[in-house]
C-alpha cells in the first residue's frame, strides 16, 4: 500500500503544464514573417492559380462571343450553350451509360432523374438570361448586378449545406466587391462602351435572374461534387441540358441560324467557344471540390479584367489605372477569404436524403456526439494556437 506522499509525488510527475516546463522548451510565439508566410501557403498560391485558370476560360468565352455577335452578327445564345451541353453528353454521359453497378447512368436516373432534370433548366436559363440581358441593358449594370451571384451562394451555403463564415470571409468579400466598383467607376472615367440601354429596366431584372439562377446551381454544383460525383454532375448536366436546349433551340433560335453567313472564321469562333465552355464545365467542379461555390465566384470577378486587358489590342479600349488597381484589389479580397477555412454546423450525414431518395431512411443511433466536419476553402484547416500540455 502506497502512502500519501508516494501518490503525490508521482501525480506531480504525471502531467508537466506549462508553467513548470523549462522555458528553454516553450514555443515562441510566430514572428510576423512567419504569420506571412502561413497566410501565403503554397495551397493558398494553388487556390488563387486554379480561380485565375477559371476566370481566362471565362474571358475566352466573352471574347469569342463578342466576335460573333458584333463582327459577324452571330446572335445565338442558345445554339451556342447547346454545342456546350452536346459535348459534356459525349464526354460524360457516354461515361456514366458504360459505367456498372450504382454509378450507372441508369440506375442513377432511376433514383434522382427528376432533381437533375430542374437542375439543368436552373442552368441552361441562367446562361439565356445574362446573355439576352446586353441588348438591353448596359455594360456597368451588368458587371454590377451580375455580383448578385455571390450573396445568393453565401445564403444558400449557409442554409442548406450549412456552412458557418468568419468575419474575414466577409472582409473579403465585400473587398473584392470593392474591386468591381472600382473597374466599373474606370469604365465610366474612359467612356467606355456601356451598351445601348433601351430597355435597361428589363435588362437589369434579366442580369438579376440569371445571377440566382447562377447561384442555385453553383451551390447544386458544389453539394453533388463533394458527396456525389463530379462525373455525375457533367453527366447529368450533358444528358438534360442538351435536351432542354435543343427543345429552346427549335422553339427561339432556328431563325438566327439560318441568317449566319458560314465560313471558316465563324466556324473557328464556335469551335473556340465550345472549348472554352467546355473547358469551364469540365474543370469547375474540381475547383468547387477543392475550394467551394463562393470562392469560385470571387475569383471569377476578375475575368472582366482580363477581356479588358485583351480589349486593348482587339477592339482599342483606352485604359486606365485605375483597371491595375481594381485587380489588385479583388485579387487582396481573395487572399482574405481563402486566409482562413470555413466549416459545416452538422455532421455531413443530414445530407443521406439525397443519396437514398426513394428509400425510407432509418435512422441509426451514433455512438457519440456528432462532430463539425471541415470544408476546405483554404484547402487547408485552421491550426490552434494554444498552450500544449506535455504528458509525460
Known amino acids: 500500500m502506497f502512502s500519501s506522499e508516494m501518490i503525490s509525488s508521482q501525480q506531480n510527475h504525471v502531467v508537466t503544464t506549462i508553467e513548470t516546463m523549462p522555458p528553454e522548451t516553450i514555443t515562441a510565439s510566430p514572428t510576423l514573417v512567419q504569420r506571412i508566410r502561413k497566410v501565403f501557403s503554397r495551397e493558398l498560391l494553388v487556390t488563387l492559380a486554379l480561380g485565375q485558370v477559371l476566370s481566362l476560360l471565362v474571358c475566352g468565352i466573352g471574347l469569342t462571343s463578342k466576335y460573333l455577335a458584333h463582327e459577324y452578327h452571330a446572335n445565338t445564345p442558345v445554339f451556342q450553350s447547346f454545342l456546350n451541353y452536346i459535348l459534356l453528353f459525349l464526354v460524360y454521359t457516354t461515361t456514366l451509360a458504360v459505367r456498372q453497378g450504382e454509378e450507372n447512368l441508369l440506375a442513377i436516373l432511376k433514383r434522382r432523374w427528376w432533381k437533375y432534370m430542374i437542375l439543368g433548366l436552373i442552368d441552361i436559363e441562367a446562361n439565356y438570361l445574362v446573355i439576352k440581358a446586353y441588348q438591353y441593358t448596359t455594360l456597368t449594370s451588368v458587371q454590377l448586378l451580375d455580383c448578385f451571384t455571390i450573396p445568393v451562394v453565401l445564403l444558400l451555403s449557409w442554409f442548406f449545406l450549412l456552412v458557418r463564415y468568419k468575419a474575414v470571409h466577409f472582409v473579403g468579400v465585400g473587398v473584392c466587391l ?35 439562377l447562377y447561384g442555385i446551381s453553383n451551390v447544386c454544383e458544389e453539394f453533388i461534387v463533394k458527396n456525389l460525383s463530379r462525373v455525375e454532375f457533367l453527366g447529368m448536366m450533358g444528358l438534360f441540358g442538351s435536351f432542354f436546349s435543343g427543345i429552346q433551340l427549335a422553339i427561339m433560335e432556328h431563325k438566327e441560324l439560318l441568317k449566319v453567313h458560314w465560313d471558316w472564321q465563324i466556324g473557328l469562333l464556335y469551335i473556340g467557344f465550345s472549348a472554352c465552355m467546355f473547358g469551364l464545365y469540365s474543370f469547375m467542379p474540381v475547383v468547387i471540390r477543392r475550394t467551394s461555390a463562393t470562392s469560385v465566384n470571387l475569383s471569377l470577378l476578375t475575368a472582366d479584367l482580363y477581356s479588358l ?17 481594381s485587380f489588385v484589389i479583388i485579387i487582396l479580397g481573395l487572399v482574405f477569404y481563402t486566409s482562413s477555412s470555413t466549416y459545416v454546423a452538422q455532421d455531413p450525414r443530414v445530407y443521406k436524403h439525397f443519396r437514398n431518395a426513394g428509400h425510407p431512411i432509418t435512422d441509426t443511433p451514433t455512438l457519440g456526439p456528432l462532430e463539425p466536419s471541415v470544408t476546405y476553402t483554404s484547402l487547408r484547416q485552421e491550426m490552434e494556437e494554444e498552450p500544449r500540455i506535455r504528458v509525460a
Open 178 to 212: 470593392l474591386g468591381i466598383g472600382c473597374m466599373v467607376g474606370a469604365d465610366v472615367l474612359v467612356g467606355r462602351q456601356q451598351g445601348l440601354g433601351d430597355h435597361k429596366l428589363l435588362g437589369d431584372l434579366l442580369v438579376l435572374g440569371g445571377a440566382m
Open 309 to 325: 486587358f485583351c480589349g486593348l489590342f482587339l477592339f482599342q479600349y483606352k485604359f486606365s489605372g485605375l483597371y491595375l488597381l
